[in-house]
């Protein structure tokens, strides 16, 4: 029993990853079900995010709950967007029940000149669906 709550202690639902290991998820992607979506939806806080699935041009946007074409029933990804364009999530899912989060991280513009001041990427490897509720939870985009 020591033992099991030891590994209990230790499990990451989620963990940082570079760009590169970021872009092999890319090589087997699979199609995000409407039903992960569905669940994001009931516990997003929807004062703040937005989120928007999208799928061969189609787009369903799942706070007015539209959707382009009804057929759809999974997505190419998905993407939350926070109170400004600059607080972005996109969302791919792995053949291998992997999420991979994109954490779009770009902050004011110059006042005068109109550039970024800064402009960077986080990168994430969720463990299945769990790990991605635990890693929006985290970041306040979910009610915990």
Known sequence: MRYLRLFLEHN?????????EFGKSEENP?????KYVDTI???????????SCFSDGSAYDAKTG?????????????????????DVFTI?????EWFYV?????????PVSNVLIRNYN?????????GLLKLLSDY???KK
Do not use: A, P
């Not at 699979?30 to 409407?34: M, Q, S």
């Not at 539209?66 to 600059?86: K, P």
């Open 66 to 86: 539209t959707l382009e074409s009804e057929d759809e029933d999974s997505y190419d990804y998905i993407e939350i967007r926070g109170g400004g364009r600059y």
């Open 41 to 51: 939806r009931s516990v997003i806080k929807k004062d703040k995010w937005k989120i």
């Open 102 to 110: 994109l954490k779009d991280i770009k902050m004011n513009r110059h």
């Open 140 to 142: 306040g985009v979910i």
């Open 122 to 130: 986080l990168f994430y490897k969720c463990d299945q669906f769990e």
């Open 92 to 96: 791919y899912m792995s053949s291998d």
């Open 12 to 20: 990451e639902y989620y963990f940082s990853i570079d760009e590169e």
């Open 30 to 34: 699979v199609k995000i079900e409407k």
